[in-house]
């Protein structure tokens, strides 16, 4: 399946100031199979090698961090030569050796021309809660989400239908109608499936909600697992708490983050260091109230007011216990929870394609669920689960601060009126 991030790894690969890279991302997003398959396509030979599997690769980097040292004892490892340029090395879950994380340091400046790539599900996790010697300046980041819709629907072949959105998108000019009630089907079964790679495949191979499901249960006890796993004790139930409540938050109208909803008293003091793991392990994210739209919204972010969305929204559904057909038909009795899983999927949209994301809010309680900066310009974007779009909140925030257009997600058609720009919500990969 096509995955955005070779096309990130392709310049890395020919980039004059190329480090080693840091691929990060939760577990099971297809960060091994993207380096294996890019490694397969673009070198001569690819040297895994896996500190999960592997427990004796932790000895070889207690001796020496030297790459003069390493890469003969590491070729021996990996049964092949691993020859400058020509052999991509791969150091899988590196957050469970410390050294070998630190070693890139040495490779960037006595052997920048070996290409090192290396994953960690719980890196964000193991560098901020351990002793870990992390070498600044002296390596590529990159983060590794789930697949998006656009990614989704290249998987079920429809790239004509990509490229004709994408068209309409940027002329703002109306789908015909027969190709955007395809494409908001293709919309909610990926609400049902995610962008999980393995569910991806199951539903593209079967189309059987009931395996995917099986798929995305799995997952999340993967989650559990690493909670337990990788955590104090005395946080690893505060956690799980947090983690089981997001679905509950976003339910509600208000879906603002509430810690006295976790439990009777609940304070930040007692569970914000809950969120950081989560965050920090790439399973949810924060989006902060921003006080005054200005440049950098960073500087006016309000660190007391916040949402949390889940990473995936298959995985949203499956921790909803919400059956397929309920979101394929967008039955009544989940009408609570379409506002906020709607929100959720835009998040993740926006995210994958880069956006740091804000919200808004009136003294009245007037509200803008995304504020971003796009082209230079803070962009207001309007999120409606269904194609009823009378939004007073963004009439209100544009006649505040008169932004360049605003955008509204919603299940309507393309088009552009009074400064907004409709986009149909299975195009928010456009933006």
């Not at 000895?59 to 020496?64: G, L, P, V």
């Not at 020859?83 to 070998?100: G, N, S």
């Not at 290249?154 to 109306?174: K, M, Q, S, Y």
């Not at 976003?250 to 989560?278: M, P």
């Amino acid at each position: 399946m096509y995955r955005k991030i070779t096309e990130f790894l392709e310049s890395w690969k020919a980039s004059e100031h190329r480090k080693p890279l840091i691929l990060q991302g939760a577990r099971q997003v297809g960060k091994t199979y993207s380096i294996l398959e890019f490694g397969r396509t673009h070198y001569e030979n690819v040297a895994y090698f896996n500190f999960e599997t592997n427990h004796k690769l932790n000895d070889t980097f207690e001796e020496s961090i030297s790459p003069d040292y390493l890469i003969p004892i590491l070729s021996h490892i990996a049964g092949q030569t691993i020859v400058r340029e020509k052999t991509l090395i791969v150091f899988d879950e590196v957050q469970l050796c410390e050294r070998a994380l630190t070693s890139l340091k040495y490779f960037c400046e006595d052997a920048p021309d070996y290409h090192i790539i290396v994953a960690g599900s719980l890196l964000g996790v193991a560098v901020n809660r351990a002793r870990f010697s992390f070498p600044v300046g002296k390596v590529d980041m990159k983060t590794l989400y789930p697949m998006d819709m656009e990614e989704f629907m290249l998987a079920c072949g429809e790239n004509a239908l990509v490229e004709r959105i994408r068209l309409c998108f940027e002329t703002d000019t109306p789908l015909p109608s027969a190709l955007h009630d395809a494409a908001m089907r293709l919309y909610r079964q990926y609400l049902v499936v995610g962008g999980m790679p393995e569910c991806v495949k199951q539903f593209v191979d079967t189309k059987d909600y009931i395996l995917v499901r099986h798929t995305q249960d799995t997952i999340l006890a993967g989650y559990l697992n690493d909670m337990s796993k990788y955590n104090h004790l005395n946080e690893i139930k505060k956690t799980r708490l947090v983690y089981d409540n997001i679905t509950v938050q976003l339910s509600r109208k208000n879906t603002r983050f509430q810690y006295k909803l976790i439990k009777k008293g609940g304070r930040a003091s007692e569970f914000e260091n809950a969120i950081e793991w989560l965050c920090l392990s790439g399973i949810v994210s924060q989006v902060y109230k921003v006080e005054q739209i200005k440049k950098p919204l960073e500087n006016y972010r309000d660190i007391d007011a916040f949402k949390i969305y889940v990473s995936d929204p298959g995985l949203l559904c499956a921790k909803k216990n919400l059956m397929a057909n309920d979101i394929l038909y967008m039955v009544d009795e989940i009408n609570d929870f379409k506002g906020g899983m709607v929100e959720n999927y835009v998040h993740v949209q926006l995210s994958m394609n880069g956006y740091s994301t804000y919200y808004w809010e009136s003294e009245r309680g007037a509200e803008i669920d995304f504020i971003i900066q796009r082209d230079g310009q803070l962009i207001p974007i309007e999120v409606k689960s269904a194609d009823n779009t009378r939004a007073k909140s963004l009439r209100l925030y544009m006649e505040t601060y008169k932004p360049a257009y605003a955008i509204k997600l919603s299940a309507k058609n393309f088009g552009f009126e009074s400064g907004k720009k409709t986009v149909p919500l299975y195009a928010a990969f456009c933006i």
